[in-house]
């Protein structure tokens, strides 16, 4: 059973960065794509970044440019670089294994408990 832990989330500034990372167990990271979601209060849950098999990128565009998504399949580790954060950036971080068609993302993993990010003013 895919089992996902997110870590790294923590209370920062504006213009600061955090680094966020989510270990993966109970699958082989290297055959699948991977995605960070957030979810802020009162808002529905939106994928700000995913990473294919092939290590290919995509964000959104709320974070292009500040935010970078890594994978290390031999650690079997996914992580969020999160650079130049913003009030807005604050919400719960959840990381996913799934899967591409096309160019839409499918997350395909039960959700992890997500780490927390407060970004103050």
């Known amino acids: 059973q895919v089992q996902l832990v997110e870590s790294g989330g923590g209370l920062v500034q504006a213009g600061e960065s955090l680094r966020l990372s989510c270990g993966v167990s109970?699958?082989?990271?290297?055959?699948?794509?991977a995605g960070w979601y957030r979810q802020a209060p009162g808002k529905q849950r939106e994928l700000v970044a995913t990473?294919?098999?092939?290590?290919?990128?995509n964000y959104a565009e709320s974070v292009k440019g500040r935010f970078a998504i890594a994978r290390d399949n031999v650690a079997n580790m996914v992580y969020l670089q999160m650079n130049s954060l913003k009030p807005e950036d604050t919400a719960v971080y959840y990381c996913?294994?799934?899967?591409?068609?096309?160019?839409?993302?499918?997350?395909?993993?039960?959700w992890g408990q997500g780490t927390q990010v407060i970004v103050s003013s």
């Open positions: 996913t294994l799934g899967t591409f068609m096309g160019t839409s993302y499918y997350p395909a993993s039960r």
């Open positions: 109970g699958s082989t990271l290297t055959l699948n794509a």
């Open positions: 990473i294919r098999s092939g290590s290919r990128t």
